[in-house]
């Protein structure tokens, strides 16, 4: 059975087109087509606000004409019945003006104009699954690098460090979340039975919904956030927190007969239960049933390695490298051994700007969302969200430069059917790909039924940089060692093509 090569290439920030590509949560591509979308729609708006500005100008105009009659001529009624011309007019504005002001068309006219155009946009908008996408994707950043709430809302990442909140990032364009953001964040938790983190986020909606008059763009309100957020403390063992805000609750919406009910429920609980200490009181995260390794990887993320320095373990070093090849002589490759248990090499400035960009804008036409498998089949998994797209040699020349360049620096023959397609990915808010084998771990997997082997190494290129995060972690685990040492430890200094396996771990970038 014959061995191949998989080639990865993760691409976080491309150009847009037109094209609605659905799913927009998993992709910053995706997120970037929305900004275009919604400055179509602000025209739209621009449009109507101008149309009505006059309309209402007309009718204010009509208001003074009228108002002023009534301060001046019409101050003496039985005067101003005995002129006629004056009688006809009162007859004629009561009869005609009057109803053509108040059944006008024009507003309908206008906001049917602005729904129009929304209903041409509707397309290229985002979905329910969008906003509940980009909800858990600030859930998932949150937790793998420990981000504040608090911090978050006021549109800063932060980190609590000896009691004190602490930048880890500071973007260069930055937006504070409002009341309603909150309240949606957590209402996604929330329907997803996730009281962890919706207490957290139906707390800051409480927060900022406080004081504040409603909007009319809002979804949710005071009232709404207050009953969310105190069911969530009661899933969450802390009955006296749902007791209290229940009660609060009871303020706003006095006849609410099932908040009543709530009440009483809390409150006889609390008496047949002992009090609860402060210490019990400290959300925590539920512990994960599938992920055995999700402090470890977050922890690897947070501290972006945690790779020993150079002089630390004398084993690992940069230089000039060629690989004996002619190609590489005169322009030798930068590399750094980063680590050696999983052996890990980093190539320095590979490709160059203009590839990356070339790579990217032939790719964009082609991402969809990205795919496990799954049985026989492939499907897409909350645990994968990002967009794919292959490249193909022969259809792009910068694509056959980039696989003879790899051939040069690792030995290995990367055609197919040695080698997968280059594969270019790209990122959505949050984006990730949880800790994971890259190689076939079943006999059963429909990778043999191909008759190429497995996969025994990955060769990453990073077509772009984010501003945080963005990092891939290597997961030591004792259990799949020996299986991992022996097809990670194949010499990428080879000159005859060696069989490569995908070790790609986690991925995840602000």
Request: glycine content about 6%; overall charge neutral; charged content about 20%.
């Amino acid at each position: 059975m014959s061995s191949y090569v998989s080639l990865l290439i993760c691409l976080y920030v491309v150009n847009i087109s037109d094209k609605s590509f659905g799913e927009m949560f998993t992709s910053v591509m995706s997120v970037k087509q929305a900004v275009f979308a919604e400055r179509q729609l602000i025209d739209y708006l621009r449009t109507y606000l101008e149309n009505e500005i006059q309309r209402l100008d007309d009718i204010k105009r009509f208001f003074s004409r009228v108002t002023s009659l009534h301060s001046g001529i019409y101050n003496d009624p039985s005067a101003t019945i005995a002129n006629p011309i004056v009688a006809f007019k009162l007859v004629k504005r009561l009869k005609s003006e009057w109803m053509n002001v108040v059944h006008s068309n024009e507003a309908e006219e206008n906001i049917d104009a602005l729904r129009e155009g929304y209903r041409r946009m509707e397309g290229s908008l985002p979905k329910l699954e969008d906003l509940q996408g980009a909800a858990q994707g600030l859930m998932r950043l949150q937790d793998v690098y420990d981000l504040h709430v608090e911090g978050l809302v006021r549109g800063h990442f932060q980190q609590i460090s000896n009691g004190n909140a602490v930048d880890i990032y500071k973007p260069p364009v930055s937006d504070t979340l409002s009341g309603d953001d909150c309240f949606l964040i957590g209402k996604v938790a929330y329907d997803l039975e996730d009281y962890y983190h919706s207490v957290q986020w139906f707390e800051e909606a409480v927060r900022l919904f406080r004081g504040t008059e409603w909007s009319p763009e809002n979804e949710g309100t005071l009232e709404d956030a207050l009953d969310h957020l105190a069911f969530s403390h009661f899933k969450t063992g802390n009955i006296s927190y749902a007791l209290s805000i229940s009660q609060e609750l009871l303020l706003h919406d006095p006849v609410n007969i099932r908040v009543h009910f709530n009440v009483e429920k809390y409150e006889k609980l609390l008496d047949e239960s002992p009090p609860v200490t402060n210490q019990s009181l400290v959300l925590k995260r539920p512990d994960s049933t599938n992920l055995r390794t999700r402090n470890v990887y977050e922890k690897l993320c947070q501290t972006k390695g945690s790779q020993p320095k150079h002089f630390e373990n004398p084993s690992l070093f940069c230089d000039f490298f060629t690989n004996g090849n002619p190609g590489l002589f005169l322009q030798p490759i930068k590399r750094e051994l980063i680590s050696l248990h999983p052996y890990v090499v980093l190539f320095h400035s590979f490709v160059t700007r203009a590839e990356a960009k070339s790579i990217r804008e032939y790719a964009l036409p082609g991402l969809r969302r990205s795919v496990v498998a799954s049985g026989v089949n492939q499907s897409t998994a909350e645990y994968r969200i990002s967009k794919s797209a292959w490249l193909k040699e022969s259809a792009h020349g910068v694509v056959g430069k980039v696989d003879r360049r790899i051939t040069m620096v690792t030995g290995l023959n990367v055609q197919p059917p040695y080698a997968e397609y280059l594969q270019v990915v790209n990122y959505g808010i949050g984006g990730h790909y949880e800790p994971h084998f890259d190689h076939a771990t079943s006999d059963s997997s429909p990778l043999y039924r191909l008759k190429t082997g497995n996969r025994v190494a990955t060769f990453m290129i990073y077509l772009s940089s984010v501003e945080a995060g963005g990092y891939t972690a290597f997961i030591y685990n004792p259990i799949h060692h020996s299986l991992l040492s022996a097809q990670i430890n194949t010499p990428f200094a080879s000159k005859t093509p060696r069989p490569c396996l995908r070790t790609l771990q986690y991925y995840s970038f602000i």
